[in-house]
């Protein structure tokens, strides 16, 4: 599956912003899908991720403040991000598992090319 993050851009801290995951094929409905980040010089990590049949998981580090959902006539995930603070500045993937989900990025075997998000402080 192709997937095509939009999205991002620039906010201040406390401000909110709505990252989509458009995928293309007509199984999407059986993938599970990930939404992962990576800061400058950081290892790339798990932010968010949503079963096939709705199930939620989070960071911790997200918990609270950022929300995913899916749409699956729409073949789009969302992550809904409020209270944005300075460091979770990133560039933002998201990724598909088919048939599964999870928090490691070796679960994952499609790929986007990510969506960048600035938050100013």
């Known amino acids: 599956v192709q997937l095509v993050e939009s999205g991002g851009g620039l906010v201040q801290a406390g401000g909110s912003l709505r990252l989509s995951c458009a995928a293309s094929?007509?199984?999407?409905?059986?993938?599970?899908i990930g939404w992962f980040r990576q800061a400058p010089g950081k290892e790339r990590e798990f932010v968010a991720a949503?079963?096939?049949?709705?199930?939620?998981t989070y960071a911790d580090s997200v918990k609270g403040r950022f929300t995913i959902s899916r749409d699956n006539a729409k073949n789009t995930v969302y992550l809904q991000m409020i209270s944005l603070k300075p460091e979770d500045t990133a560039i933002y993937y998201c990724?598909?598992?088919?048939?599964?989900?999870?928090?490691?990025?070796?679960?994952?075997?499609?790929w986007g090319q990510g969506t960048l998000v600035t938050v100013s402080s």
């Open positions: 990724a598909a598992a088919y048939g599964g989900w999870g928090i490691r990025i070796y679960e994952y075997s499609d």
């Open positions: 094929g007509r199984t999407f409905s059986r993938y599970g």
């Open positions: 949503i079963s096939r049949s709705g199930g939620t």
